[in-house]
């Protein structure tokens, strides 16, 4: 069993920047692809950007590309959001996912939820406008 934490949400104004972190339990996060997904009141849970297991691969919701920035330090067993140029419509919980590569394929970054087996408790982003 794998626990992923995330952390860094918070409130922001538009137009400002937040990192969120997530963080596994165990040392093997280099075994997972990670992915973040982000869920609005009474919306569906969507995609916004995932890595494969040694960073190698990246894959963006197509709207975020150029304002979110995935990355991993396996070292530090922590993945990365790097969020910049805020929205409002930015507002949502934010969860990591972990999917195991042996599983997906090591040079994967899956883009839809049912590719993961570990899910975070979500973290809060509200951006103000």
């Known amino acids: 069993q794998v626990q992923l934490v995330e952390s860094g949400g918070g409130l922001v104004q538009a137009g400002g920047s937040l990192r969120l972190s997530c963080a596994a339990s165990k040392r093997i996060l280099s075994s997972y692809a990670i992915g973040w997904f982000r869920q609005a009141p009474v919306k569906e849970r969507a995609f916004v950007a995932a890595?494969?297991?040694?960073?190698?691969?990246?894959k963006y919701a197509v709207p975020l590309k150029g304002r979110f920035t995935i990355s991993r330090d396996n070292a530090k067993n922590t993945v990365y959001l790097e969020m910049s140029s805020l929205k409002p419509e930015d507002t949502a919980v934010y969860y990591c996912a972990g999917a195991l590569g042996l599983r997906v394929g090591v040079y994967v970054a899956p883009e839809t939820t049912h590719a993961y087996d570990y899910w975070g408790q979500g973290t809060q982003v509200t951006v103000s406008s």
């Open positions: 890595v494969s297991c040694g960073g190698d691969n990246t």
